[in-house]
Nanobody
Framework: QVQLVESGGGSVQVGGSLTLTCAASGSIEPLRDMGWFRQAPGKNREMVALVSRGGGYNLGNSVRGRFSITRDDAKDTIYLQMTSLRHEDTAMYYC?????????WGQGTQVTVSS
């Protein structure tokens, strides 16, 4: 079973920056894909950023140009660098990693952007 542990959330002012970290453990094989999703109150969960082993990535439309995702393959750890944060980025951010047809999720880390 894969365990995903997020860290780095917090409160930040509009225009500020934060970096989220997700460390995976417990997998008996390398994780091919990992990523970040977020969910704001009353809204559906949306994809923020995905990254594959080797570095290929995809960013959600709402964060492209402001967020970036990187990965340390040796550690199965991913990082979400968030800049130019906006009120609408306020959400619970979840780490995601599928393996053997099963989706694995972290417990989430809250990001709050205020004026």
């Amino acid at each position: 079973q894969v365990q995903l542990v997020e860290s780095g959330g917090g409160s930040v002012q509009v225009g500020g920056s934060l970096t989220l970290t997700c460390a995976a453990s417990g997998s008996i094989e390398p994780l091919r894909d990992m990523g970040w999703f977020r969910q704001a109150p009353g809204k559906n969960r949306e994809m923020v950023a995905l990254v594959s082993r080797g570095g290929g990535y995809n960013l959600g439309n709402s964060v492209r140009g402001r967020f970036s995702i990187t990965r340390d393959d040796a550690k199965d750890t991913i990082y979400l660098q968030m800049t130019s944060l906006r009120h609408e980025d306020t959400a619970m951010y979840y780490c995601w990693a599928p393996l053997s047809g099963r989706e694995n999720w972290g417990q989430g880390t809250q990001v709050t952007v205020s004026s």
